[in-house]
């Protein structure tokens, strides 16, 4: 066994004590509707032994897991899920007790309650009985969920299955004839249950797209995820697709779900339609309808049908209306179509061949559809931020027939085909000259090839909701909320804090605002900067399926207008941070706009910014006017730390842990993408090779770091070659005679090495010093890899304290340091936090000072200053397309720098 451990583990035995009681509270107060939901905790060190603790909540049923654990074997973060209930407080207290006794245990299983879930796992398939709902996923085969039935035993939903759509080309001169089109069905590799299900349980499907007609290769691979809780009726799914298509030849013209529902026993006037509106609106349908006619059949019969109630017998209907129904159409097919994040249009049909007719729409859909009846019971399926991931839409079809089905496309098929093509030839960029160049202009990094979409995903959310009877629309409406806003549950600023399981540089916002001269400035701007981007994101309309999540990068102020078609100034894939800005000024606040903010983003730059299949898998690309077209594909863009914050609140999402995953096969990504290949000096022989790879320790390696410091914590597969590499790294990386001033060195990603760069193969001590390796996460990743393993070797840590402050010293100072000064250092305001860092570990006020001088005057372009307006000016009229509020002297990267400065140099000094 590993020796410190021992160590720390002697220690723990005279240190462990008793319970600690920790409240969470709902993120948006206590919701309507609770269908069950897992939420994370952390723990401080030494407090609780995995093996010796147990979990209870002032809710009831709790299921405990550990996601994270100290070195010293104790509890770092826990995952937890509640059941659903009817009712819900505000605040939940979860309490973990032990181990008052060193003996190690298993982590005790919560089994004094009567846990409702049942799981089945056998050889064919894996059934899920929650108590109200039971649901099977078979293992192969086509169907991802066979069926769904209630607990009276109604089978509500069958033959859950993804679709998918494509054609080989797009008719771009109105030609379609040599187009060939495309259609599949999912085809499952396999289904897999959790292990540990007594309040939740976890199915997770694998599978690829496989074509029903047309020649075509299986593509798209997905997984589903499913999430049943005891005593709920919801299923929560997170589907999640790869690109791994030629942008040239697959367009996706429909990409979807499909429930069927068995409606035989359901009277064509008893069978009801639902379809969420705005502001919590439901369309109220049945498939055959009573109201309205010239023969009224009752009052108690109308009242029924549009409450979604059985209707009462036939032989109370005024027999005008009842011996004529065989005359009133029925609506077998409703299709809602949301093209954009303005509008939807709604219409239904009787029935193929028939013409459409209009229902009148809206502006944003809520993306719920229910079809069912009155007495044998439905289906409702949501998709979340379905109208800010347009092109959507949703289907229900088949009303009239003995088997109707409900479809949620992702990818709407009325849209125009999705077409990831590069929207460029290429310029004529044909040499890394050619291209540098052009990067002086456009500020865009082309190369031909490495624009392309292959390998990057999507993740969706979507609901699915059984019901015996068709429920009220008020139920409908809150479940609409429910879906597009799933309730969080979430500790104190103040109890995260205090654990420093996530880092030591961020503070409560209240503490922070109160104890110095700059706080209640900053606090101002920061919150500014927050509600500035929330603005610009519905002004804007950063929407689409592809593009939500995502913000700008930089505004052109001529054009009032940021700098979507402009080379690198377009979409922002997380460039200098923006991402921990959101996380930590929402760790530090708890507030509910930051965190949507904040877990949109993570649902994006994890996803479409970064590769999951190919060669670049691991790596993200640079910020672009496609999320995917720059040329520079670095782990910056994909590290997990920008991620790790919402991973442990959530109590581990498990898609994010594959990102972590992902994430550490940027080590095979190195050697196939030579990051600096067109900047090198070209009398710098390298050949990359997994032992000795040229990498910048920010823009490279920091993200691998991220990576392998989650894989150590979380205990996964690789979690200790990953602890080994890390601990090699800081045993090996103060040994470059400049340390971290070194900048770019040969990493060996078999063990974790560093040693000497070609141009120095002597060690006599490099000066290369980038303004870009510490502003994409190394401060952060470090920081919490320091406060994880407090032994680590000491040099490596005075070699980062020397790095945070000779970036901003004085040449004199650096040169005397070094041999040679810096040169000109850009973002200075964004390395204030570097400054503030090494001032607060060395305790030294003078450092502090020279900090916040340099956040407050830095003067250059890639900063903010109180001197700025701090308000946004309304442009309208015939000066832009739409009303604006524009903050021209904002860029995203300096928002970014300032942000997660300012809320730093709050905490640091
Ligand atoms: C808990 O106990 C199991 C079985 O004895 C052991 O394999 C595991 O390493 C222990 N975990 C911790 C964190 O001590
Ligand atoms: C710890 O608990 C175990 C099992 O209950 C018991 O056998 C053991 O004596 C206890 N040890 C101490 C030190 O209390
Ligand atoms: C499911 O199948 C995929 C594709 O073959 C494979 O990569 C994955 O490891 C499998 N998962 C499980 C749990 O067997
Ligand atoms: C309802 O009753 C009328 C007679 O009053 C009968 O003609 C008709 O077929 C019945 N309809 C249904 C759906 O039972
Ligand atoms: C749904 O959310 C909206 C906006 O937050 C709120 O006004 C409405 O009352 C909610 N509806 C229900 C049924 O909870
Ligand atoms: C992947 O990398 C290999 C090795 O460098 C190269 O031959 C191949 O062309 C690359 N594939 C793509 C799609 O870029
Ligand atoms: C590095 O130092 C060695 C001896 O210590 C010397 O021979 C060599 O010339 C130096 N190289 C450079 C590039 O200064
Ligand atoms: C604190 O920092 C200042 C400014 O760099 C430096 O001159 C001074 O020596 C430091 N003080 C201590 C005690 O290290």
């Not at 009276?152 to 998918?164: M, W």
């Not at 898998?617 to 920008?642: E, N």
Request: hydrophobic share 35%.
């Amino acid at each position: 066994m590993w020796k410190v451990a021992l160590a720390l583990a002697g220690v723990l035995e005279l240190t462990t004590a008793a319970d600690t009681a920790v409240k969470v509270k709902w993120l948006e107060g206590a919701p309507k509707v609770n269908t069950g939901t897992t939420f994370g905790l952390p723990w401080a060190r030494g407090e609780h032994l995995a093996n010796a603790t147990s979990f209870t909540a002032s809710s009831g049923e709790l299921q405990s897991w550990v996601t994270a654990y100290w070195p010293d074997g104790t509890i770092k973060w826990t995952g937890h899920a509640v059941p659903a209930s009817e009712g819900t407080t505000d605040s939940y207290t979860v309490t973990a007790s032990g181990p008052g006794n060193s003996t190690y245990s298993h982590l005790k299983r919560q089994t004094t309650n009567s846990s409702s879930i049942q799981v089945t796992d056998s050889s064919d398939e894996v059934v899920v009985n929650t108590g109200k709902i039971t649901a099977s996923f078979p293992k192969t085969g086509n169907l991802l969920v066979s069926s769904i039935k209630t607990s009276s035993g109604k089978t509500v939903g069958k033959n859950g299955r993804l679709i998918l759509k494509s054609q080989s080309g797009v008719p771009e001169e109105g030609d379609a004839s040599d187009i060939n089109y495309f259609s599949f069905a999912s085809r499952i590799y396999n289904a897999t249950v959790s292990e540990e299900n007594t309040v939740r349980a976890l199915v997770t499907v694998q599978g690829i797209h496989q074509a029903e007609s047309g020649s075509h290769k299986d593509w798209l691979p997905f997984t589903l995820r499913f999430y049943l809780y005891a005593n709920s009726d919801a299923i929560r799914t997170v589907h999640t697709i790869v690109y791994d298509g030629e942008a040239k030849s697959d367009f996706i013209s429909g990409l979807g779900i499909r429930f069927d529902v068995p409606l035989a026993d359901e009277k064509l006037f008893d069978r009801h339609v639902r379809i969420a509106g705005t502001e919590g609106g439901i369309l109220h349908e049945a498939v055959q309808g009573i109201t309205g006619l010239r023969r009224d059949p009752g009052e108690a019969v109308r009242t029924a049908q549009y409450d979604g109630e059985k209707t009462p017998a036939n032989s109370t209907w005024d027999t005008k209306t009842s011996t004529r129904l065989q005359w009133i159409p029925t609506w077998n097919d409703y299709r809602l179509t949301q093209l954009s994040a303005d509008g939807f249009n709604i219409k239904k049909r009787t029935k193929v061949g028939q013409s459409w007719l209009k229902i009148p729409g809206g502006t944003r859909a809520g993306g719920l559809a229910y079809l069912g009846g009155a007495t044998v019971g439905g289906l409702a399926v949501g998709l979340r931020d379905f109208w800010k991931k347009y092109p959507t839409s949703l289907d229900i079809s088949n009303a009239a027939t003995d088997d109707g089905s409900i479809t949620i496309w992702l990818y709407s098929p009325s849209a125009e085909p999705m077409d990831l093509r590069p929207y460029h030839d290429g310029l004529g960029e044909d040499t890394y000259a050619k291209q540098l160049d052009a990067l002086e202009i456009t500020y865009e990094d082309y190369e031909d090839r490495y624009n392309t979409p292959y390998g990057i995903a999507r993740t969706n959310e979507i609901f699915i909701y059984a019901f015996d009877s068709t429920p009220s629309a008020d139920t409908l409406s809150a479940l609409t909320n429910h879906t597009n806003e799933p309730p969080v549950l979430v500790a104190d600023p103040e109890y995260i804090k205090k654990t420093r399981a996530l880092g030591s540089y961020w503070n409560v916002a209240g503490a922070a605002s109160n104890s110095s001269t700059e706080g209640p400035t900053i606090e101002s701007h920061l919150d500014f900067l927050i509600q500035f981007y929330r603005n610009q994101i519905e002004q804007r309309r950063w929407y689409g399926f592809w593009d939500h999540g995502d913000i700008m990068h930089g505004y052109d102020t001529d054009r009032h207008q940021w700098k979507y078609d402009i080379g690198g100034y377009a979409w922002d894939n997380s460039e200098l941070s923006p991402d921990l800005f959101f996380w930590n000024q929402f760790l530090r606040t708890g507030r509910a706009d930051v965190y949507r903010l904040a877990e949109a983003q993570v649902r994006h730059g994890g996803e479409v910014d970064s590769y999951h299949l190919g060669n670049f898998t691991g790596l993200g690309t640079r910020h672009g006017v496609q999320h995917w077209g720059d040329s520079a594909k670095q782990v910056r863009i994909s590290t997990p730390v920008y991620r790790k914050t919402f991973f442990y609140l959530s109590g581990g999402d498990e898609r994010t842990g594959d990102l972590v995953h992902e994430a550490l096969k940027a080590e095979q990504a190195f050697v196939l993408v030579d990051a600096r290949r067109k900047v090198r000096d070209p009398s710098v022989i390298y050949k990359p090779d997994p032992t000795a790879l040229y990498l910048n320790f920010g823009t490279d390696w920091a993200g691998v770091a991220a990576a392998y410091l989650l894989e150590w914590e979380r205990r996964g597969p690789r979690w200790e070659e990953a602890r080994d590499k890390l601990l090699e790294t800081a045993k090996t990386y103060p040994k470059l005679k400049n340390g971290f001033v070194t900048g770019e060195a040969l990493y060996n990603s078999e063990d974790g090495s560093w040693a000497p760069p070609p141009t120095d193969p002597n060690n006599n001590g490099t000066v290369v010093v980038s303004h870009l390796s510490a502003v994409f996460g190394v401060l952060e990743t470090l920081d919490q890899l320091f406060e994880h393993y407090p032994d680590i070797s000491k040099p490596f840590v005075d070699a980062w304290l020397d790095y945070c402050y000779y970036y901003g010293a004085s040449k004199a100072e650096q040169a005397a340091r070094y041999g040679k000064d810096f040169g000109t250092v850009n973002l200075r305001q964004g390395h204030a936090r570097l400054t503030a860092y090494v001032a607060n570990r060395r305790n030294n006020a003078t450092l502090a000072q020279r900090a916040w001088n340099e956040f407050l005057n830095d003067n250059s372009a890639d900063e903010l200053s109180p001197d700025d307006p701090w308000a946004t000016v309304k442009f309208n009229g015939s000066d832009v397309l739409t009303p604006v509020d524009e903050a021209d002297w904002i860029t995203t990267n300096a928002a970014a720098l300032y942000g997660l400065g300012g809320l730093e140099l709050l905490a640091l000094t």
